[in-house]
């Protein structure tokens, strides 16, 4: 059983922007600690950012520190990732988990989604 959905992917250029966002209507995500993670072809799943159920803090990887944004939006039951300055090396299939401890493991998360694919090209 599917318990996340991804949305927002496509095809952006050089510099442009998305937001990504995790659903899911099964389950509260304010609950849980809601990470994002990508793979892109040949490498391995990354963690790129995550926010906590305590307190709402949020983490990034440095590769996308300053360039993204991670929120919640509990009226809707989402967690939203909001890239701009978005760069070639960004292109990645991107996931969102669901789990109880705000890491970059993918071990940590049990509830996933199927991702969506993200290419950023001129």
């Known amino acids: 059983q599917v318990q996340l959905v991804e949305s927002g992917g496509g095809l952006v250029q050089p510099g442009g922007s998305l937001r990504l966002s995790c659903a899911a209507s099964e389950f509260t995500l304010e609950y849980y600690d809601i990470a994002w993670f990508r793979e892109a072809p040949g490498k391995g799943r990354e963690g790129v950012s995550c926010?906590?159920?305590?307190?709402?803090?949020?983490y990034y990887a440095d590769s996308v520190k300053g360039r993204t944004t991670i929120s919640r939006d509990n009226a809707k039951n989402t967690v939203d990732l909001q890239m701009s300055s978005l760069k070639p090396e960004d292109t990645a299939v991107y996931y969102c988990a669901a789990g109880l401890i705000c890491t970059f493991q993918a071990t940590d998360f049990s509830s996933w989604g199927q991702g969506t694919q993200v290419t950023v090209s001129s």
């Open positions: 926010i906590s159920v305590s307190d709402g803090s949020t």
